[in-house]
Antibody, heavy 125, light 107 residues
Framework: EVQLVESGGGLVQPGRSLRLSCVAS????????VHWVRQAPGKGLEWVAG????????AYADSVKGRFSISRDNSKNSLYLQIKSLRPEDMAFYYC??????????????????WGQGTLVTVSS | DIQMTQSPSFLSASVGDRVTITCRPR??????LNWYQQKPGKAPNLLIY???SLQSGVPSRFSGSGSGTDFNLTISSLQPEDCATYYC?????????FGGGTKVEIK
């Protein structure tokens, strides 16, 4: 069974830093791209960042570029998100999500086929 | 970024009703469209991928259709356990973007 378990959330003051972690099990982590997706309380889903299986390719949402850094350690089956200079608008549940390639009748596309339970980041003084 | 517009944002229907949710990307995304279900307090769950393919384990009352700039998620006979928020998401280009969500409630 695929499991993704996030940790590292909590109450943080604006301007401070935080590191989120996600430990994976139940699949070959080193072969999968993984992502962070966040959701402000009562709001919709926002993709934050993603990293390829070998860390060669990383991508960020414009809203977090320059402040967030995604990384992974395949030897520890772990994904990380380093967040600097936290802002009130960064307050959200942060989910890690596993990417897979799924093929329909006419195309193959990337999907988020497994998600963790999320970790809540609260930004407040 | 490709903006995804979902409608309605909220719907209330009775058990057994057929319900349809629409997703319209700002530009054509061919069939690179996924649907997720999120129940309160839980993580999202993949329902439909490539516009019309049912994810393993998802009940057959869920179906997806469309291509280009017009997509639908249909629940053929609404069940109490379908109370959730539904999101579309495009995988056509980076960044992947989600619709604003449709909250489905049972009358």
């Amino acid at each position: 069974e695929v499991q993704l378990v996030e940790s590292g959330g909590g109450l943080v003051q604006p301007g401070r830093s935080l590191r989120l972690s996600c430990v994976a099990s139940g699949f070959t982590f080193a072969e999968s791209a993984v992502h962070w997706v966040r959701q402000a309380p009562g709001k919709g889903l926002e993709w934050v960042a993603g990293v390829s299986w070998n860390s060669d390719n990383v991508a960020y949402a414009d809203s977090v570029k320059g402040r967030f850094s995604i990384s992974r350690d395949n030897s520890k089956n772990s994904l990380y998100l380093q967040i600097k200079s936290l802002r009130p608008e960064d307050m959200a549940f942060y989910y890690c999500a596993k990417e897979s390639l799924s093929c329909g009748p006419t195309s193959c596309l990337r999907v988020f086929d497994s998600w963790g339970q999320g970790t809540l980041v609260t930004v407040s003084s | 970024d490709i903006q995804m517009t979902q409608s309605p944002s909220f719907l209330s229907a009775s058990v057994g009703d057929r319900v349809t949710i629409t997703c319209r990307p700002r530009q054509s995304i061919r069939s690179y469209l996924n649907w997720y279900q999120q129940k309160p307090g839980k993580a999202p769950n993949l329902l439909i991928y490539a516009a019309s393919s049912l994810q393993s384990g998802v009940p057959s009352r869920f179906s997806g259709s469309g291509s280009g700039t017009d997509f639908n998620l249909t629940i053929s006979s609404l069940q109490p356990e379908d109370c959730a928020t539904y999101y579309c998401q495009q995988s056509y280009s980076t960044p992947p973007t989600f619709g604003g969500g449709t909250k489905v409630e049972i009358k």
